[in-house]
């Protein structure tokens, strides 16, 4: 089933090594869960090298899906817990999310029931769009088919016989 309800999903980028400082304040904020990711990259304030390479730091990327009502205060928990005010300790940003699945956890019985009858409404309405779509259509093709058969005389019609 996929839900409708208000969602967003929040990014936070740290060092390798800080991603359970993040995790534990999003817990602390209200989150349920993160999937933690690992990555490489630097920002305008890590530019190192090492015999003329270039070397780019591990970094943790840590997504937390959560309702739009707690989005907020569960960045403020990550920017306040991981120091992310200061520059160069990793950022966190938000995006939203339109439809999810397998989430069932985070919604209440009456948010899923609401979810379930919309989607059986969709559906529905879906059926009679195509429904429409090919009525539409066949009529279109007979108007043409006419429209042809006008536009060709006969062909009897056509020939005519000149005497030499």
Do not use: W, Y
Not at 52 to 62: A, C, L, M, N
Not at 76 to 97: D, Y
Not at 140 to 159: D, F, Y
């Amino acid at each position: 089933m996929i839900f409708k309800h208000g969602f967003a999903l929040i990014f936070t980028i740290v060092d390798a090594g800080f991603s359970g400082k993040v995790l534990e304040a999003s817990r602390k904020a209200g989150a349920e869960g993160a999937t933690l990711l690992n990555g490489r990259g630097r920002g305008v304030h890590e530019s190192s090298s090492f015999m003329g390479v270039s070397i780019q730091p591990d970094k943790e990327i840590i997504l937390i899906l959560v309702k739009k009502s707690i989005r907020r205060n569960v960045m403020k928990e990550i920017v306040r817990s991981c120091n992310l005010a200061t520059e160069g300790k990793g950022m966190t940003f938000c995006v939203p999310v339109d439809e999810v699945a397998g989430v069932q956890h985070l919604l209440t019985r009456k948010q899923q029931q609401e979810d379930v009858n919309e989607q059986k409404c969709d559906d529905k309405e879906l059926a009679k769009l195509n429904e429409q779509k090919i009525a539409e259509a066949k009529t279109e093709i007979k108007a043409e088919v006419k429209i042809e058969q006008k536009a060709e005389p006969n062909v009897e019609q056509k020939a005519e016989v000149k005497p030499e």
